[in-house]
């Protein structure tokens, strides 16, 4: 690796963990398949994960990811969309999820979290809880966008859930970058 890089001494891969969170709104309305998952009914923004790549414009591989949530309760399948670079509209809380062609060309890769591999952490009712659906032994490119070191992510429920009021999702990333 070059020095102008800012990494001398580093060889080989760096494997590391990164993580992005969003709160979704107030409420408790059931989620239908199809619908978009993020934290506003009326002005959302896209979630986030920032300091992915070593630089700007680079990439590497997600080996392995955990989608967290602060409620213990029954989830539904959940496909989170990593793009990179962020997306006009993500579409409100509890809509359709209608990405245009253009923002779908910065598609990197969907991880998908099945219900049934859901584990509990607190095992207290509903908000008081907390679980998640872990997903190892992965292999997935990604590369960002030429300016930035973020992915993007977008969590799409497919099938029917019932969330916690102002539930928190985490977005856990096990990568490797070269």
């Not at 239908?32 to 896209?46: F, I, K, L």
């Not at 209608?98 to 509990?120: G, H």
């Amino acid at each position: 690796m070059k020095a102008s890089e800012n990494h001398l001494g580093e060889v080989g891969l760096r494997h590391i963990r990164v993580q992005g969170s969003f709160t979704r709104p107030a409420n408790t309305t059931a989620y239908a398949t199809g619908d978009v998952m993020n934290d506003s009914t009326s002005a959302p923004t896209v979630a986030t994960i920032t300091n992915v790549a070593r630089k700007p414009g680079a990439g590497g591989r997600i080996v392995s990811a955990q989608l967290h949530s602060s409620q213990n309760g029954t989830w539904a399948d959940i496909d989170v969309f990593i793009f990179s670079a962020t997306i006009a509209s993500p579409g409100n809380d509890n809509a359709a999820f209608t990405p245009s062609d253009a923002e779908m060309l910065t598609l990197q890769t969907v991880l998908k979290f099945p219900a049934a591999n859901a584990v509990i952490g607190n095992a207290t009712a509903a908000a008081g809880g907390n679980s998640f659906i872990p997903l190892p032994d992965l292999s997935r490119v990604f590369q960002c966008a030429a300016n930035t070191t973020t992915l993007y992510w977008v969590p799409v429920a497919r099938g029917s859930y019932t969330p916690v009021s102002a539930e928190v999702f985490t977005l856990v990333l096990g990568v490797e970058t070269d």
